[in-house]
């Protein structure tokens, strides 16, 4: 009985709790940050846990699935041929895309993409390029005639905040795990053969890596922020490094900062000393 009691008391103690979490969000972050610990148990510095499985999807060029604390992507990698353009007739490209179905949060709905994973697919796109992560020059088959296009599709299965990072993690890890058959351009035929017999791997150049960071009330630096703590902040700074090139581009979305602090060079020591743990696992692939 004096269990059925605890537990009964324990329950209701739990209700209470997620009342106030939904009814008042802020206070109830705050309450946590004045211990210096977050809802999830982390403190503000504190990172959830990577992993990456590549190679999940057999039917694609390349693959890698990613779990980022509750949040999980999955990327595929799939080549295509076409012809280049008139104006880099020995460049291939590289088409990257972000999709957040209703299945992964209740905060999005059925139907076409939405605002939110177009914005991130450009960012995405961005830094792909910025990093010159693979040279396009690699992907011409025949100079003026025929490239390989690499569709890099992802889609989050469950999603629990900083997505951004999870997704560009996910991207990089199935370009590495990309490979690519032995293709031959005909001037005869005009038509391009393809052989299994000699796939070749892609040769990466960087391996960039995102680390976000967001700013609470003015004063809290939260590190790898969650859905419900995403929602209350003034700030995302999101800082993009590879291992062994160093800082790569700094992102602010919102308005906002600490006091007097170096916030910027806070969050750029803070994403190199994860830039080094995360990269291993990438360059281990």
């Not at 280049?84 to 590289?94: A, M, T, V, Y």
């Not at 100079?143 to 993690?169: E, H, M, P, Q, S």
């Not at 609470?216 to 999101?238: G, I, K, M, N, V």
Request: proline content about 5%; overall charge negative; hydrophobic content about 35%.
């Amino acid at each position: 009985m004096t269990e059925a009691k605890a537990s009964t008391s324990h329950e209701r103690e739990a209700l209470k709790a997620q009342t106030f979490q939904r009814l008042h969000p802020r206070a109830y972050l705050e309450r946590f940050l004045a211990e210096q610990l977050r809802p999830d148990g982390r403190t503000p510095a504190e990172w959830r846990s990577a992993t990456i499985n590549a190679g999940s999807i057999s039917t694609a060029d390349g693959s890698a699935l990613v779990r980022l604390g509750g949040t999980t992507v999955v990327c595929g990698v799939k080549a295509e041929i076409a012809e280049p353009e008139l104006d880099s007739p020995d460049k291939g490209f590289i088409v990257p895309n972000l999709d957040l179905p209703a299945i992964c949060s209740p905060r999005f709905k059925p139907g076409p993409p939405t605002e939110d994973a177009q914005v991130l697919s450009d960012r995405l796109n961005e830094v792909l390029i910025v990093s010159g992560i693979l040279p396009t020059e690699q992907l011409c088959i025949y100079r003026g005639k025929a490239v390989w296009v690499l569709y890099v599709d992802a889609t989050c299965i469950n999603y629990d905040g900083n997505v951004f990072d999870a997704t560009l993690l996910a991207m990089v890890s199935a370009l590495k795990n990309t490979k690519l058959p032995k293709a031959t351009y005909n001037e005869d035929t005009f038509r391009t053969t393809c052989s299994r017999k000699n796939m070749q791997s892609l040769d990466l150049r960087r391996l960039p890596i995102s680390m976000s960071f967001g700013v609470f009330d003015s004063s809290h630096l939260l590190s790898d922020p969650t859905a419900f703590e995403e929602q209350l902040l003034d700030t995302t700074y999101t800082i993009t490094m590879d291992g062994n090139d160093g800082l790569i581009s700094v992102t602010q979305l919102g308005v906002g900062s600490i006091g007097g602090e170096d916030f910027l060079g806070k969050c750029i020591g803070d994403a190199k000393a994860r830039c080094a743990e995360v990269g291993h696992e990438i360059y281990d692939l």
